[in-house]
């Protein structure tokens, strides 16, 4: 069997050793409901509170304002929804981007056929949003501004704290989707003014399926989900207890190691970069140099098609993507890639190389070849 070769980490991780060790006990011998009085369920009830505690210090927030759900897109529907439906007596207008995760987008589309307003802000070439256009298109009942940390796709660091000032400024909610950031960008909620925040497992070496909310203390949200009293009478069902130890653990390790893992996968990304431009010359490099996930790379390589190279990389066991997992499938262009005008025949030609903590210099290379090598043949 061919080596795999793992590119696609912004699509999901591979579960830590560590975090699978953590989270083993919850499925074998302490299986016990943490709303149970007995040991195996106190036991249980305990692992949660240190696995809250473990995600609150990642992002600098309090344990008490962490909320477990079912992941990334739960946590972006409970903030968007919650915060609009427990917001509405004071304005029923949203701003976010045109760029944004389908979880937060989606989202938006959803509240705009019950009634509420929503602006969604363009973005430069490099994938921004401009904060002149943000200022402009606050309006008296505007609640809620949700832009994404930074973009899946390309990358793109969207100026968090300039937003969060602005919306500080006019009294209105930030939320901000930074499932891509966490474990990957040092964030500190409080510092930074963010009011909301998600986040997913899978994407910071977790398993799939368990994530976490942030919402500030103070701030008024609607629950999601009706039923029992679990997570402060704000997301009923008994707890996922094993997810929960192992993002605690992940985010744990996230932390302990922030400075190390952006390092290395700046590294792989710079090094990756360089020899494509070098090797493959008409290739074009989608999103911003400076301002960019460590681990992101995002090329439209003109003479072959997005497809075909995925399909003939994978034959060479190398996984990558064509654009995002979420939109993969469809044959619309990215709506990502067509917001920072990239045209539909570049926007199909894109490939997302996303760099990972088992990645190696060495991986970067054969990965380098091989699209390489499919290139030339592709031309003739
Ligand atoms: C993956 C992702 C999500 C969805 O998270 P799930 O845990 O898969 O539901 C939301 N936003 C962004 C930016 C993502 O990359």
Do not use: W
């Amino acid at each position: 069997m061919t080596k795999i070769r793992y590119f696609d980490n912004a699509a999901t991780t591979k579960v830590k050793p560590e975090v699978l060790e953590a989270m083993l006990p919850y499925l074998k011998e302490n299986y016990g409901n943490p709303s149970s009085l007995y040991s195996i369920g106190r036991n249980s009830k305990k692992a949660i509170e240190e696995a809250r505690k473990k995600v609150a210090n990642l992002i600098n927030c309090n344990p008490n304002e962490i909320y477990f759900t079912a992941g990334g897109s739960e946590s972006d529907n409970t903030a968007i929804k919650g915060i609009a439906y427990g917001n509405q007596k004071k304005g029923r207008h949203i701003i976010t981007s045109k760029i944004e995760h389908p979880a937060v987008l989606h989202t938006c589309q959803t509240l705009e056929r019950k009634g509420f307003q929503v602006t969604y802000l363009k973005v430069n070439s490099k994938g921004f949003i401009d904060l002149e256009e943000l200022r402009n298109s606050i309006r008296n009942d505007t609640i809620l501004i949700t832009i994404m940390f930074a973009n899946n796709e390309i990358g793109t660091i969207e100026p968090i704290e300039m937003i969060s000032k602005i919306a500080k400024m006019y009294n209105i909610i930030f939320h901000t989707d930074s499932v891509q950031a966490c474990g990957n960008v040092p964030i500190d909620v409080q510092k930074m003014g963010i009011d909301s925040l998600s986040l997913s497992g899978h994407k910071l070496y977790a398993p799939k399926g368990i994530g976490a909310l942030y919402v500030k203390n103070g701030i008024k949200f609607e629950k999601f989900m009706d039923g029992g009293h679990q997570e402060r009478d704000k997301r009923a069902g008994t707890e996922n207890v094993a997810g929960i130890v192992a993002l605690g653990k992940a985010c744990e390790l996230a932390n302990n190691n922030l400075k190390e893992h952006i390092t290395h996968l700046k590294e792989l990304r710079d090094y990756y970069i360089k020899k494509i431009q070098e090797k493959i010359p008409n290739a074009i490099l989608n999103g911003d140099i400076e301002n960019r996930l460590p681990g992101n790379t995002n090329f439209s390589f003109p003479d072959v098609d997005g497809e075909e190279l995925l399909f003939s990389l994978d034959a060479k066991g190398i996984c990558a993507s064509a654009g995002s997992a979420c939109t993969s499938g469809s044959d619309k262009p990215s709506h990502v890639l067509s917001s920072i005008g990239l045209s539909n025949d570049l926007a199909s030609k894109a490939l997302r190389v996303t760099f990972g903590e088992d990645n190696t210099k060495e991986d970067v290379d054969y990965l380098v070849d091989s699209i390489y090598e499919i290139v030339e043949k592709s031309k003739k």
